[in-house]
T-cell receptor, first 112, second 109 residues
Framework: ETGVTQSPTHLIKTRGQQVTLRCSSQSGHNTVSWYQQALGQGPQFIFQYYREEENGRGNFPPRFSGLQFPNYSSELNVNALELDDSALYLC???????????FGSGTRLTVV | KNEVEQSPQNLTAQEGEFITINCSYSVGISALHWLQQHPGGGIVSLFMLSSGKKKHGRLIATINIQEKHSSLHITASHPRDSAVYICAAHGGATNKLIFGTGTLLAVQP
């Protein structure tokens, strides 16, 4: 079975720009969760998508948005980038039949 | 107070030592995860527990549901075990992971 793949692995953007991060879910998983991990801190929950619909959201502004596709892959979009958006963005896929999570390796976003 | 707390925050050990990392949580959970993250890297899931004890190689994880406490043990530690170890509670009602702040482990040769 395939794992979770995130792309790109690294990205540098300028303040004010927009970015799209991508995540493929593990085969058999129908749920994708996105997390932001600032340097030296634990991951913070951004939102979760279940069967193409948002299924919970953390304390992040509306400029963080997402999508899930019929194949359960997902995108995280961030508009109007701010310097504080610089972080490691992690996605994890899971199934509604158990609580196991598979994490991707993350996308390192740097906003300058 | 964080819903999921770990101790210690930092741990330095000599190769071969037995290591214990603790996790306490204050929320109702469906499962508890132990995760490993190497510097600058992604997260690897080590264990998922809802009761009792699990063992994988030199790693052992235990959970006491009544006391809302879990431990991760590493036997015969090795420098390649150096990483951040994170416990994360799966909140059944919210269907999301609540992460602890992590324990930075350094195993010296």
């Amino acid at each position: 079975e395939t794992g979770v793949t995130q792309s790109p692995t690294h990205l540098i953007k300028t303040r004010g720009q927009q970015v799209t991060l991508r995540c493929s879910s593990q085969s058999g998983h129908n749920t994708v969760s996105w997390y932001q991990q600032a340097l030296g801190q634990g991951p913070q929950f951004i939102f979760q998508y279940y069967r193409e619909e948002e299924n919970g959201r953390g304390n992040f502004p509306p400029r963080f948005s997402g999508l899930q596709f019929p194949n359960y892959s997902s995108e995280l979009n961030v508009n109007a980038l701010e310097l504080d958006d610089s972080a490691l963005y992690l996605c994890a896929s899971s199934s509604d039949s158990n609580y196991g999570y598979t994490f991707g390796s993350g996308t390192r976003l740097t906003v300058v | 107070k964080n819903e999921v707390e770990q101790s210690p925050q930092n741990l330095t050990a000599q190769e071969g030592e037995f290591i214990t990392i603790n996790c306490s949580y204050s929320v109702g959970i469906s499962a508890l995860h132990w995760l490993q993250q190497h510097p600058g890297g992604g997260i690897v899931s080590l264990f998922m527990l809802s009761s009792g004890k699990k063992k994988h190689g030199r790693l052992i994880a235990t959970i006491n549901i009544q006391e809302k406490h879990s431990s991760l043990h590493i036997t015969a530690s090795h420098p390649r075990d150096s990483a951040v170890y994170i416990c994360a509670a799966h909140g059944g009602a919210t269907n999301k992971l609540i992460f602890g702040t992590g324990t930075l482990l350094a195993v010296q040769p």
